[in-house]
């Protein structure tokens, strides 16, 4: 759809490369950051440039065609994850670098932390995706003991009760989401406030939003995690894809 001055219309939901729906997050500001702990403090205004956002974290079957695609090795515990059972549950065992990756090759990138925190809170300042109520089992999946063979997480997509303000799942919980930014726990009293993208080195990158593993009080979504970006593939972590228009 044509815009006054000859602008195009953006589609509000597009398919990635990889099979996977992806939604429009708007142009604006958001508030971002928090005071549950220093390296979320200041909390501060960002304005973001419009951008697409996985609505549902990579799955083992997504990761599977990537996998068959590249040639390259898998994870570790591989074999226990690519099960039947398990293909629409998020991929886990994933670094950095293997994140990264499959976003390239999907023809998409790794969101920015910033980006990521906008399509998970949206713009009223909210505590969680879904609100500011405290989590629950039917808002997120959190709180389990043992991986218990990939079966501690839920298929994506089935946490209605969960979604964030633009329409995206488990952004608190069932897998922690690498995002393309370096980690500095003072980055945010020097960030730009217009689309940041993290200090431009580091020796960690940042996780954000949460596993099947984590605490309640630890699924806010201005909480930040860190891990190194290479050889270190956890069964807490796995990452979604974000796009530019």
């Known amino acids: 759809m044509a815009l006054p001055g000859g602008g195009q219309a953006q589609q509000q939901e597009i398919t990635g490369k990889d099979g996977a729906p992806m939604v429009l997050v708007s142009a604006g500001e958001l508030t971002m950051g928090g005071n549950e702990a220093v390296e979320e403090k200041p909390v501060h205004r960002v304005s973001l440039d419009a951008y697409y956002m996985d609505k549902s974290q990579v799955t ?114 069932n897998a922690w989401e690498w995002v393309s930014d370096w980690y500095d726990n003072a980055y945010y009293k020097n960030s730009p406030s217009q689309n940041p993208k993290g200090p431009e080195r580091g020796d960690f990158k940042v996780l954000r939003g949460g596993s099947w593993h984590s605490r309640p009080e630890s699924l806010h979504s201005a909480n930040r995690n860190y891990s190194p970006p290479v050889h270190h593939r956890s069964p807490y972590n796995g990452f979604r894809c974000a796009k530019t228009p």
């Not at 949206?122 to 808002?139: F, H, K, S, V």
């Not at 063979?149 to 952004?171: F, Q, R």
């Open 60 to 173: 083992v079957g997504q990761y599977a065609a990537f996998l068959q695609a590249k040639g390259i090795d898998p994870p570790s515990d591989w074999k226990t994850m690519n099960q039947p059972s398990h293909q629409k549950r998020p991929v886990g065992n994933v670094d950095w670098a293997d994140a990264n990756t499959y976003c390239h090759w999907a023809e998409k990138r790794l969101p920015t932390e910033a980006e990521w925190e906008k399509a998970a809170r949206g713009t009223d300042g909210r505590i969680y995706p879904w609100g500011n109520d405290l989590p629950t089992p039917l808002r997120a999946n959190y709180g389990k003991k043992n991986w218990d063979k990939h079966a501690a997480l839920v298929p994506v997509g089935t946490l209605e009760a969960g979604k964030s303000p633009s329409g995206i799942y488990d952004m608190a919980g």
